[in-house]
């Protein structure tokens, strides 16, 4: 099946919006930034996000465009925030438009992204797990 066959199904089938689908299937439903597996755990495919590569406050003119949308765990989307990939070596002298137009300069931008602010699957798996943990305790205390 390809790519527009899967996003087509996922519009039609599952009631995603046609950019979320393209998202999920361009990242093969694994958040950009750290690589953890969405589908992996019913907390993570809940609290997933669509991510603006480039900050809808810094880039209004962006926040519609799909090359500007990722699939984001919770936690990475957190982390990266508002932060602006304009601050990355790799985007100097470049228009943001230009690099989401470009396949290769827009996955090193993402890779920027995730070497900048420290994320990777550990950190994450680790913060999952600490959400987990806090979650059992929780209700320990409150069910006794």
Known sequence: MNTNEKINLLV???SYYAA???AYVESNGKCVYCGIDIFDDPHLYAK???DHLFPKCLYRALVNETENLVLSCSYCNNKKHNFDPMELEIADGKKAEDILK?????????????????????KTKRHVEKFYNGLKEGKAIIRG
């Open 20 to 22: 979320t689908a393209k």
């Open 102 to 122: 470009d396949k290769g300069l827009r996955e090193q931008v993402i890779d920027g992204i995730r070497k900048e602010i420290s994320l990777s699957e550990i």
């Open 48 to 50: 997933a996000a669509i």
């Open 12 to 14: 039609t089938k599952l």
